[in-house]
């Protein structure tokens, strides 16, 4: 495709709005459309970038080659599907979607269309991302944990693991890249009804294990991850864009304690949204497939499926209804 791919954003609230800019500054794109319900806030994007704006994405299917989809989780696969049997390539925000069979049927029809399929896990694009990638070999604990402050948001409607932790699940199963065995997990809901802290351990068939924690109930914000390995650990600091390699400096001794190598290092300032935008443009422009497949997103939608029905299993059941141990009565887990 020499031309500029036409590209629209569906659903411009609190982050569609940076996927709309993304795409109105990248060469190669031509941002032609904004698509909101809420036809306001359609429009006042539309307008900073010299796009048409629009309150029905079916308005946009014969306009555009490509769209990112930004909208609450639920409205993913009815939006994503109608895109992609309309011929357009399709950039999914995380989670693809709330259950297996509606990820499932997203890769199928991807796939029957030829086209493109990529879901928004963003953490991929990180500088840590690809630090991660070149130095854990073979883990065999990892530690990880996102916290953050409470935001109201659509994405209350699913639970911190579909809405957080995902991000941590889906590094994890890349470079772990071994089949889940089990997962026993702990969580409560705190100021929304799905649960806003989780805790949970995850066992792979390979015999690694993480430990992975979230949480939208907090004062502040932290995001960590630890990987051990044979003879050194790995930690990362998303947030202030430190890394540190703790290595066992082979055959060397201190008073008969083996000798460590600290390596501290920070990385420089990454556009990972930028980064994930550009590498989609490419994928529509070549062919090639993307960084983060319809089918990682499945496996990590899976992953957090598992973890939520862990945490739930602890909760009462009496008669049809689930109870919190509090006493109020609570949903389903999305998906099941
Ligand atoms: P939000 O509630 O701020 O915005 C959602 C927008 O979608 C709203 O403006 C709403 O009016 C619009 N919308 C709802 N249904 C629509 C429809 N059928 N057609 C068109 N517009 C529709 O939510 P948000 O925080 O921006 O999150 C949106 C998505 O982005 C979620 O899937 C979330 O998980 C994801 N997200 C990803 C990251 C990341 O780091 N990758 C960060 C934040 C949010």
Redesign the pocket.
């Known amino acids: 495709m020499s031309r500029p791919v036409r590209t629209a954003v569906?659903?411009?609230?609190?982050?569609?709005r940076y996927h709309a800019e993304k795409f109105a500054r990248l060469p190669g794109s031509e941002l032609t459309a904004v698509?909101?319900?809420?036809g306001e806030?359609a429009q006042a994007v539309a307008d900073a970038h010299g796009a048409r704006a629009y309150t029905d994405?079916r308005d946009v299917l014969g306009e555009v080659d490509a769209v990112s989809i930004?909208?609450?989780?639920m409205?993913?696969y009815a939006?994503a599907e109608a895109c992609l049997e309309a011929g357009l390539h399709v950039l999914v925000?995380?989670?693809i979607t709330d259950n297996l069979d509606h990820a499932s049927a997203l890769i199928r029809v991807a796939r029957e269309r030829g086209r493109i399929l990529q879901v928004?896990h963003?953490e991929r694009f990180s500088a840590a991302g690809s630090v991660i990638r070149d130095i854990v070999t073979r883990p065999l604990y990892v530690e990880a944990s996102r916290i953050g402050t409470f935001r109201p948001?659509?994405?209350n409607d699913v639970n911190a693991v579909l809405?957080l932790m995902i991000?941590d699940l889906d590094l994890i199963l890349d470079f772990v890249s071994s089949p889940i065995e089990w997962v026993h997990a702990v969580g409560a809901p705190v100021f929304s009804s799905a649960e806003d802290i989780a805790s949970s351990r995850i066992q792979f068939a390979n015999g690694c294990v993480a430990n992975v924690t979230a949480s939208r109930a907090s004062l502040r914000s932290e995001r960590r991850m630890r990987v051990f390995q044979d003879n050194s650990y790995t930690s990362i600091d998303f947030l202030n864009k430190k890394v540190r390699i703790v290595r066992r400096v082979p055959g060397a001794t201190m008073n008969g304690i083996p000798a460590l190598e600290i390596e501290e290092t920070s990385y420089g300032d990454v556009d990972m949204l930028e980064q994930e935008i550009a590498a989609f443009l490419n994928s529509v422009r070549t062919g090639k497939p993307p960084l983060v497949t319809g089918e990682d997103g499945w496996r990590a939608l899976e992953a957090a499926l598992m973890i939520t029905r862990s945490l739930r299993s602890h909760w009462q059941m009496i008669g049809e209804q689930t109870f919190h141990p509090r006493g109020a009565v609570v949903g389903r887990a999305a998906g099941e």
Do not use: M, Q, Y
Request: aromatic content about 6%.
């Open positions: 569906i659903g411009v609230g609190h982050f569609g698509i909101d319900i809420n806030r994405f930004v909208t609450p989780p409205t993913h939006i925000e995380k989670p928004g963003l948001s659509a994405n809405d991000h």
